[in-house]
């Protein structure tokens, strides 16, 4: 679709955000991570999770959002 509404962008964002936490999900659960002396990898896995998870949060609203305007749209036009 052209113009300024688009899914794209809150789909784009979900599928990043999922990536992300796919990601990062394997990276805590991993050995390397149950071994590791240092927290800091792990504190850190644990921050970007949460980052993807607003991640995929705020696309979803983006989506949302697209659906009403859309919406409405259709109502002012019938």
């Known amino acids: 679709m052209s113009g ?3 899914f794209d962008s ?3 964002g ?3 955000g999922l990536d992300g936490i796919q ?3 394997s990276q805590i659960a991993s050995k390397d991570a149950m071994e590791a002396t240092s927290p ?3 504190a850190k896995s644990m921050v970007d999770l949460k980052v ?3 991640q995929v949060s705020a696309s979803a609203q983006v989506v949302k ?3 009403q305007v859309l919406g409405t749209l259709l109502d ?3």
Request: glycine letters at 4%; charged letters at 25%.
């Open 65 to 67: 959002i697209t659906d």
């Open 52 to 54: 993807y998870t607003h």
């Open 23 to 25: 990601k990062t999900a």
């Open 40 to 42: 800091y990898d792990l």
């Open 10 to 12: 809150g789909l784009t």
């Open 4 to 6: 300024p509404i688009k």
């Open 14 to 16: 979900i599928r990043n």
């Open 76 to 78: 002012i036009k019938a």
